[in-house]
């Protein structure tokens, strides 16, 4: 079983920097692409930014040259350093993990808090 538990979110004035990490348990957090995903109020869940288990990474082109994904397999975890945050980057923001024999997010974190004042 794979449980994720995120930290890092907060309240941070527009232009500031923030780190999230992801905190996997289980045996698979290497041989599987890891995720960052945020939701609005009241808008549907998306995907920000995902990096694969040998570390390619995508980014929605809202985040590009201010999110940094990345991992560390030694410590199942993975990062995302957001830089220059602006309000419309508020949101509960999620981390997932997609096994090898899957194309889905099998696994998915609580959720943590992300509020961009102006």
């Known amino acids: 079983q794979v449980q994720l538990v995120e930290s890092g979110g907060g309240l941070v004035q527009a232009g500031g920097s923030l780190r999230l990490s992801c905190a996997a348990s289980?045996?698979?957090?290497?041989?599987?692409?890891m995720g960052w995903h945020r939701q609005a109020p009241g808008k549907q869940r998306e995907l920000v930014a995902d990096?694969?288990?040998?570390?390619?990474?995508n980014y929605a082109d809202s985040v590009k040259d201010r999110f940094t994904i990345s991992r560390d397999n030694a410590k199942s975890t993975v990062y995302l350093q957001m830089n220059n945050l602006k309000p419309e980057d508020t949101g509960v923001y999620y981390c997932?993990?997609?096994?090898?024999?899957?194309?889905?997010?099998?696994?998915w974190g609580q959720g943590t808090q992300v509020t961009v004042s102006s």
């Open positions: 997932s993990l997609r096994p090898t024999y899957s194309r889905s997010w099998n696994y």
């Open positions: 990096i694969t288990r040998w570390g390619t990474t």
């Open positions: 289980g045996s698979i957090f290497s041989l599987s692409a």
